[in-house]
């Protein structure tokens, strides 16, 4: 495999260096995925994040079966709430918030079968999975670190929701001076203009924090 591969992308093409570059997924969980669970609870159309499982296995297996790294984040709690800030806690007004009892268990709470992630993508026990109170993927996680120890300075990342826990990771990871790149096919939003425009925010402006592609020209790029 070259090093870099260019990968066609807007804005301007992205030099992946693969064994600088790790996937990170973000929050695949069955709670927002699911039919069922906390997502649907509240009224998603849960088809709109369903449709990127199979891009993210088909990227998820071609990245290891070529060697190279993956992380993945589950956005949660710990069952004594003492993570949860009250005003996440109470935002929303909704009957059930953040740990009342859901339909897969407590929801978002670690631990419980909502808040695991999709079996389809499911980490394997070499893969770091990133436990996260917030939606930015670095706010209070070891994922920095990890990522610094791993010799890690981009990211594919992928995942829901676009314009929440991906596209705050994706802001926070640029401050931190790693380049992103987002395969659209692979990241998704319960509401398409979010999904559009969330794309849309990462690639303005000569790539303002990140570049956008789709799954297939990445696997094109690696075979
Ligand atoms: C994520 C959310 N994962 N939308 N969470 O985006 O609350």
């Not at 969980?29 to 699911?34: G, M, S």
């Not at 609870?41 to 060697?67: K, Y």
């Amino acid at each position: 495999m070259s090093d870099p591969l260019p990968i066609p992308a807007e804005p301007y093409p992205f030099e992946l260096s693969p064994k600088k570059c790790a996937l990170l997924i973000i929050d695949m969980q069955r709670d927002f995925l699911e039919p069922g669970g906390f997502g649907e609870m509240l009224g998603n159309d849960v088809s709109q994040l369903r449709r990127t499982i199979e891009p993210n296995r088909i990227l998820l297996d071609a990245w290891r079966a070529a060697g190279l790294t993956v992380l993945h984040t589950r956005e949660g709690h710990r069952p004594d709430l003492a993570d949860l800030p009250p005003a996440k806690k109470i935002r929303g007004k909704s009957a059930k918030t953040i740990g009342d009892p859901g339909p897969m268990g407590r929801i978002l709470i670690r631990g419980e079968a909502g808040h695991d992630i999709i079996p389809e993508l499911y980490p394997l026990p070499s893969e770091p999975v990133i436990d996260k109170p917030g939606k930015g993927a670095f706010f209070a996680t070891d994922l920095h670190a990890i990522l610094q120890n791993l010799g890690i300075t981009q990211l594919v990342v992928t995942g829901v929701t676009t314009e929440v826990c991906v596209n705050t990771t994706v802001r926070e990871a640029n401050d931190r001076g790693y380049e992103c790149l987002v395969p659209s096919d692979c990241v998704g939003s319960y509401f398409p203009e979010f999904q559009e425009m969330g794309l849309k925010m990462i690639k303005a402006q000569g790539g303002i924090f990140g570049w956008v592609t789709d799954s297939q020209t990445i696997l094109s790029a690696l075979s």
